[in-house]
């Protein structure tokens, strides 16, 4: 059983950074992607960014591409995404999440691929 335990996060002004890290535990010999989703009110869960190994392959959804960025610790047990230029649309939960699946490297990021979440951090952007 892998736990997740997710930091940062917060309220920023559009335009703004923010940091969000998360460090897995227990079982983490089973960690092949880390990663990040979020969810909007009355909105589906996207998946943002995924990061395989140490540096790490990444992949973006198209709405992250160019102002975040996903980097991964030596270790492989820490991750932390990076959020650039905020904008009011970005504004969500954010869940930490751990896949150990084979596929995740090489596959969209879908949620049936992450068996394992953290309990979400709000980040809120004004305008």
């Known amino acids: 059983q892998v736990h997740l335990v997710e930091s940062g996060g917060g309220s920023v002004e559009a335009g703004g950074s923010l940091t969000l890290s998360c460090a897995a535990t227990?079982?983490?010999?089973?960690?092949?992607?880390m990663g990040w989703f979020r969810q909007a009110p009355g909105k589906d869960r996207e998946g943002v960014a995924s990061?395989?190994?140490?540096?790490?392959?990444?992949l973006y959804a198209d709405s992250a591409k160019g102002r975040f960025t996903i980097s991964r610790d030596s270790d492989e047990n820490t991750v932390h995404l990076r959020m650039n230029s905020l904008k009011p649309d970005d504004t969500a939960t954010y869940y930490c999440v751990v896949s150990t699946s084979a596929r995740c490297p090489f596959s969209p990021m879908k949620p049936e691929l992450y068996s394992y979440w953290g309990q979400g951090t709000q980040v809120t952007v004004s305008s």
């Open positions: 990061i395989y190994g140490s540096p790490g392959r990444a």
């Open positions: 227990d079982d983490t010999f089973s960690v092949v992607c």
